[in-house]
């Protein structure tokens, strides 16, 4: 069964810092895989997204992740955080179809003034 | 501006009620989605709807209802038979081509 683990699910970083969200997927076929970031009380707006190609991805707001095929990890990065950066960070993976998407419990990222 | 709405974005009921909230999308999508959100559990597939008049339940569709009656319109009926039905509702649609789902703003629905 498909499946999306995030590991993390609070993380605290300051401001300026480097950040590293962890994102492991099971899943049978080749993955469609995204990011997504929710502000407390909001919907969820896409970061990034990988299809297929150059296994790093570049997304808004300055966040990056990149695909290990061998790992099964879809893990975001970004090299200076901002105060803005607080909220709460999906992972996703799609069925090929688009049909259905599975979401990872989510990590929420705390800044550091 | 293109996107989705969702109505009401609070909304408070007493056991054994029936609430519907509203979900319409001005994207031309042709899927849209139903997920429930609880703390720690990430976002549960209630319902998704293909193409207009044809829906599919989810992992958690016990105690809830939908229909697609008209593209942009895909509303979810929260039964009296849903347990634990206290949650934040998220609704999405997608273009489908480039798998990116955009999302409503969201429903707390509350069970007094």
């Known amino acids: 069964a498909q499946s999306v683990t995030q590991p993390d699910i609070h993380i605290t970083v300051s401001e300026g810092a480097s950040l590293e969200l962890r994102c492991n997927y099971s899943?049978?076929?080749?993955?469609?895989l995204f990011w997504y970031v929710q502000s407390p009380g909001q919907g969820l707006q896409l970061l990034l997204k990988?299809?297929?190609?150059?296994?790093l991805v570049q997304g808004i707001k300055g966040f990056e992740a990149e695909f290990k095929r061998s790992q099964s990890s879809f893990n975001l990065r970004k090299p200076s955080v901002h105060w803005s950066d607080a909220a709460e960070y999906f992972c996703a993976v799609g069925e090929g179809n688009f049909n259905k998407f599975y979401f990872g419990s989510g990590t929420k990222l705390n800044v550091k003034p | 501006d293109g996107g989705i709405t969702q109505s009401p974005k609070y909304l408070f009921r007493k056991e054994g009620q029936n609430v519907t909230l509203s979900c319409e999308q001005n994207l031309n999508h042709d899927a849209m989605y139903w997920y429930r959100q609880d703390p720690g559990q990430g976002l549960r597939l209630i319902y998704y709807?293909?193409?207009?008049?044809?829906?599919q339940k989810g992992d958690i569709a016990e105690g809830y209802s939908v229909s697609r009656e008209k593209k942009e319109s895909f509303p979810l009926t929260v039964t009296s038979a849903q347990k634990n039905p206290t949650a934040f509702y998220l609704c999405?649609?997608?273009?489908?081509?480039?798998?990116?789902?955009?999302f409503g703003e969201g429903s707390r629905l509350t069970v007094l």
């Open positions: 899943y049978g076929a080749t993955p469609y």
């Open positions: 990988y299809f297929s190609g150059d296994t």
């Open positions: 709807s293909q193409i207009v008049n044809d829906f």
């Open positions: 999405a649609s997608t273009e489908g081509h480039t798998g990116e789902l955009f």
